[in-house]
């Protein structure tokens, strides 16, 4: 298994909700940001949602705010996504990232690196996710 491993991916009907998982067995994760990304065929790797690993703050792609929820479990290296109301334009498969942030680096900065794929140097093998109209 690589270091990064997702889960719960599926294919649900629009309206619909999924919960995705992804763990790591990175041993140190202060300063660094997990992800969440997703490809659909013929379309480049856009960003979905992050959450710091220092402090918990979480992003969201403009996309998903209001309906995806990011979360983590300290005790557990586990970030998930709550997938809530998901549409088909939302199938693809979705990936997960880890990548160093920083752990003082100004909110604003790191609001504008965890969109960026190149920041993160760890990625899962990823998970489909098949939306139904």
């Known amino acids: 298994q690589g270091l990064l491993v997702e889960s719960g991916g599926g294919l649900v009907q629009a309206g619909g909700s999924l919960r995705l998982s992804c763990t790591t067995s990175?041993?140190?994760?202060?300063?660094?940001?997990l992800a969440w990304f997703r490809q659909a065929p013929g379309k480049e790797r856009e960003f979905v949602a992050a959450?710091?690993?220092?402090?918990?703050?979480?992003y969201y792609a403009d996309s998903v705010k209001d309906r995806f929820i990011i979360s983590k479990d300290n005790a557990e290296n586990t970030i998930y996504l709550q997938m809530n109301n998901l549409r088909p334009v939302d199938t693809a498969m979705y990936y997960c990232?880890?990548?160093?942030?920083?752990?003082?680096?100004?909110?604003?900065?790191?609001?504008?690196?965890?969109?960026?794929?190149?920041?993160?140097?760890?990625w899962g093998q990823g998970t489909q996710v098949t939306v139904s109209s």
């Open positions: 990232a880890c990548g160093f942030v920083g752990a003082s680096t100004s909110d604003h900065i790191v609001e504008v690196m965890v969109e960026d794929p190149a920041e993160y140097d760890y």
């Open positions: 990175k041993q140190t994760l202060g300063g660094y940001a």
């Open positions: 959450i710091a690993w220092s402090g918990a703050k979480p």
